[in-house]
């Protein structure tokens, strides 16, 4: 018989998927359960999707690869959606993708298979992903089909006897990785509403927090984070680590409305202690060994790839086109960053870099000053040329006053 391989979480849908993709499309199930940092219990997922019926149950420890091939090259493009959102589910989805489409390829498989619904960024993310990477397999996603309600799939699992797992019940829906943590659905629908305490489980909150501050020193080289204080870690260890002393500070969280890709505003909570962080502590080392060019430059590549990420097209050549240019401008993206942690604020207090172009001597106004002062008159001379010709010729007539009137100003 022909084979699926279906992205499983455990949850509910796609526990739910197992059986219905059996009896609607007659294909066996291969479950693949991948670890990118969502602290699951692993082989009771796995069990349980052998137990609700999958003829296979593969799981992928995919958290090294996530850091070093999506999360920390997002980093150094500075990928921030809208500002605020540092993509830790967008940017796991191509290594969802990509997983699945190699774990079809060793089982011979037909088509793929995953739980995302039919008004989220996800099922694009993913279905544009594995056609990319390899058009010819057959893509199923049950929830977009079946259409049922929550209650309705809840009682198609009893009729079923599919285990249904504890936190079925949560009004949330939740999506983790070392990356970052989102919670959607519920009261949190309301955009007037503030989240509940419930909701957060890596940040505390800043009246909860710490009542003394904490300094943290963060080491890149090439724009990559290697090191936390002195100690070098791998990405994984590091961002670990982050969460949880910067999550203890309270400092991560956000509370976002955002443009989905499929044309709806959505009211998304997210918490982000490393990825808050870490970009805010990269961008401070670029500040230091960018050029003014070159860093006006990356901001709108910033801006273009974190769209694309979150629009899903990670695989596209553009993608790999502008990749090219970040790694460029990372060459020289290498020192040290000091933070202060405090009340669910983080404050870069410090900064140094043996590629540092702030040099001292030319921005300080005490003893030691070698910037040549004389030279600006000129400067501003040819500088201004442009605007005094123009006003010369179009603005200013003869008694004519180029600043607008002001109505009722006293004499």
């Known amino acids: 018989m022909d084979t699926v391989v279906l992205a499983y979480s455990g949850g509910l849908d796609t526990s739910v998927a197992i059986k219905w993709i059996k009896e609607k499309y007659n294909l066996d199930v291969i479950a693949l359960t991948i670890d990118l940092g969502s602290e699951r219990n692993l082989p009771e997922i796995r069990q349980r999707a052998l137990n609700v019926g999958a003829i296979d149950a593969k799981v992928v420890d995919g958290r090294d690869i996530f ?52 008004k989220g960024n996800d099922q694009v993310r993913l279905d544009v992903s594995v056609q990319a990477l390899d058009p010819q397999l057959q893509i199923i996603a049950p929830v977009r089909e079946w259409k049922m309600s929550r209650p309705e799939e809840i009682e198609y699992a009893r009729q079923n006897n599919i285990p249904i797992p504890a936190t079925v019940d949560s009004p949330y829906s939740t999506d983790v990785n070392l990356w970052g943590r989102s919670i959607e659905a519920g009261i949190l629908e309301d955009p007037w509403v503030e989240p509940p305490a419930e909701v957060w489980l890596w940040t505390k909150s800043p009246e909860q927090s710490p009542n003394n501050p904490q300094y943290i020193e963060i080491e890149f080289e090439k724009g990559l984070p290697v090191a936390l204080d002195g100690e070098a870690m791998d990405g994984v260890k590091l961002i670990q680590h982050l969460n949880d002393v910067a999550g203890e500070h309270g400092i991560g969280r956000i509370d976002h409305v955002e443009n989905r890709l499929i044309g709806i505003k959505s009211r998304e909570i997210y918490e982000a202690p490393a990825a808050v962080v870490l970009h805010q502590a990269h961008q401070a080392l670029e500040d230091m060994t960018l050029s003014r060019d070159q860093a006006r430059f990356k901001n709108l590549i910033s801006s273009q790839i974190a769209e694309m990420i979150y629009n899903g097209l990670w695989f596209s050549a553009l993608h790999q086109d502008l990749r090219a240019f970040v790694e460029s401008s990372q060459r020289h993206v290498t020192g040290t960053v000091r933070l202060k942690f405090y009340k669910g604020t983080s404050m870069i207090v410090g900064r140094k870099s043996p590629k540092s172009l702030y040099q001292y001597e030319l921005a300080t106004y005490d003893k030691g000053d070698t910037f040549d002062q004389d030279a600006s008159l000129g400067f501003i001379k040819l500088y201004g040329l442009p605007l005094r010709t123009q006003a010369t010729i179009q603005m200013l007539g003869p008694g004519e006053n180029y600043l607008p009137q002001l109505e009722g100003r006293e004499e």
Do not use: M, N, S
Request: proline share 6%; glycine share 10%.
């Open 67 to 118: 850091v070093k091939h999506f999360a920390f090259p997002a980093l150094q493009a500075g990928a921030i959606y809208e500002k605020e959102y540092p993509l830790a589910t967008a940017v796991g989805r191509p290594l969802i993708a990509k997983l699945l489409v190699d774990v079809a390829h060793e089982y011979g498989a037909k088509a793929v298979a995953h739980g995302c619904t039919g």
